[in-house]
């Protein structure tokens, strides 16, 4: 099932402390996630823009642009990444001015490794519960997806799917209203490492996911092309 578990996300760390970012680093790596580490603030936003990360460990008191800075410039960009804050500021007003500028959590150094982890796991499966579809989906009239059983139900006849299908089909739903890309999905629901690759398997899986459940395959309605650049999945009325 597509990240029931919360191992194998991806984290960047925004740390100019060596000891610190490296002991964070190897933690979590630990844990099967994908770490990257920058040691100052510039590069760090250069990179949380460019690449595709799960979450962000960030602390403040950095060369180059403070945390709190980036934190604002990249929620005023739109950015949705998980922000967990590590920092020696633990004063009061420190950590309600982090939260208000978007940050999702806040551990105060000295910190303790495995408080930091469990903060962090919890942010991973805070998210899932949030955007988990249910596992029954009302598609249309006689039309309906058992998202447990891989089986979309239509009219009398019930058809299975494929989990890689059932995973495409989650992932959209927890998406829903927004456009994912193919590398959203190469990189999501496939683990590619990188999303920027020229296939065809995203197309041609979302033809067949179609066919499977689209009141009219022809003409799509809950799976909708975006030209250019992917899909979005529209709410049965
Ligand atoms: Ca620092």
Redesign the pocket.
């Known amino acids: 099932m597509l990240k029931a578990e919360t191992v194998g996300q991806r984290i960047l760390i925004i740390?100019?402390?060596e000891s610190i970012a490296l002991g964070v680093r190897d933690a979590l790596q630990h844990h099967g996630h994908q770490v990257d580490v920058c040691m100052d603030g510039e590069a760090g936003l250069e990179r949380a823009r460019a690449d595709r990360y799960d979450l962000l460990v960030l602390?403040?008191?950095?060369p180059g642009i403070s945390g709190f800075e980036l934190i604002e410039t990249l929620r005023r960009e739109g950015s949705r990444l998980r922000i967990v804050i590590l920092?020696?500021k633990s004063e009061e007003s420190d950590i309600l001015r982090g939260l208000e500028l978007g940050a999702d959590d806040y551990v105060c150094k000295p910190f303790s490794p495995l408080e930091l982890l469990a903060r962090i796991e919890a942010q991973f499966r805070r998210f899932e519960m949030d955007t988990a579809p249910p596992p029954e989906l009302q598609l249309g009239p006689g039309l309906s997806v058992d998202l447990q059983r891989l089986e979309v139900h239509r009219q009398d006849e019930v058809i299975p799917l494929t989990p890689r299908e059932g995973d495409i089909l989650r992932y959209l739903v927890q998406h829903r209203g927004k456009i994912v890309t193919r590398d959203d999905l190469l990189v999501d629901v496939w683990n590619y490492v990188n999303g920027k690759v020229e296939t065809r398997t995203v197309d041609i899986h979302i033809v067949g996911l179609r066919r499977k459940i689209e009141p009219e395959p022809a003409h799509p309605v809950l799976i909708q092309t975006v030209r250019g650049k992917g899909y979005r999945w529209h709410d049965a009325l």
């Open positions: 740390e100019d402390e602390d403040l008191m950095l920092s020696a």
